[in-house]
């Protein structure tokens, strides 16, 4: 395949399909210059629709990535890939066979789907979920002693989204903005149970996103909020709080989201330990 090259790619699961775009995403990120055509199929559960995945293969010849439970369906897909000369791959397959044989048992076939069943990890997912949607943004500061994770930042530190994101691994996580002239709530310092984390920028990347949003909103004042030297002030002031309070602190300037949230889990976890520990 040659510079910018297009591959077609098929993802098919009994499920959701999150697994294997999670995956699949993930592997093509290693791969410079390679756009990949995404046909998802999801929540596959009968031959008939088989033939319908086999019958776009053969109009967009591609890898096919699955997750099958069901032998039928499995080997159906498989042999048809096999006459359209295409690769198919279990991606559970190599996990779950290392592990099966390091553990000494077979794989249980379980239903499709059945990592997403009602238990008690999805309820307290869900709970998690509405608590941190609830204390977005500053609000509802009276139950921030209920959080697991607090992120503290100023304007555009990508607070909310790392927050959604913890909220789905299942941490209860508020997030407070620090804005200039106005008081941090005095829930905060008295979140004693709450892990708190300090969430910061370099001020010329804060500008550039800063002024992205000025334009999404069509707004064209020039305000403190973009000068430079405002708010070089206001991340020097920022790190001088969490410096005062000891709260860790992570540089998000060149972290997507998940490695933002990464980093705070690992602190966490960190944390966890050493009070176990004491």
């Known amino acids: ?27 093509l990120a290693q791969f410079e210059n390679l756009h ?3 046909h998802v199929w999801t929540l596959v559960r009968t031959a008939a629709h088989i033939e319908k995945i086999l019958a776009s293969v053969a109009d967009n010849p591609g890898p096919v990535l699955f997750t099958l439970l069901d032998p039928v369906m499995r080997k159906q897909l498989e042999e048809g890939c096999w006459n359209l000369q295409v690769p198919c791959l279990s991606i559970l397959d190599p996990v779950t066979e290392t592990l099966s044989s390091y553990l000494g048992v077979t ?9 997403h069943e009602l238990d008690k990890a999805y309820f307290d997912r869900i709970e998690a979920m509405n608590y941190t949607i609830s204390h977005d943004d500053g ?13 503290v930042g100023v304007s555009r530190t990508s607070k909310t989204p790392t927050s959604l994101y913890l909220a789905n691994r299942g941490y209860k996580t508020a997030n407070i903005p620090m804005v200039p002239k106005i008081d941090l709530p005095v829930e905060l310092f008295t979140a004693k149970d709450a892990f708190i984390v300090g969430l910061t920028n370099d001020p ?19 305000t403190d909020y973009i000068d430079i030297e405002y708010v070089k002030q206001e991340v020097q002031a920022a ?13 998000v300037t060149r972290r997507s989201i998940e490695e933002t949230a990464a980093a705070v889990l690992q602190k966490y976890q960190r944390r966890l330990e050493q009070a176990a520990t004491t």
């Open 1 to 27: 395949m040659t510079a910018n090259s297009i591959m077609d790619v098929h993802l098919v699961s009994d499920a959701t399909g999150e697994t294997n775009h999670q995956l699949v995403r993930a592997c």
């Open 139 to 151: 609000q509802m500061v009276e139950s921030l002693h209920e959080a697991d994770i607090i992120l």
């Open 239 to 251: 790190r001088r709080l969490f410096r005062k309070h000891a709260w860790p602190e992570i540089d």
């Open 36 to 38: 990949a055509q995404e």
């Open 204 to 222: 010329n990347r804060l500008i550039q996103i800063r002024q992205s949003r000025i334009l999404m909103l069509n707004q064209t004042e020039q």
């Open 107 to 115: 794989v249980a076939r379980t239903r499709p789907g059945s990592q």
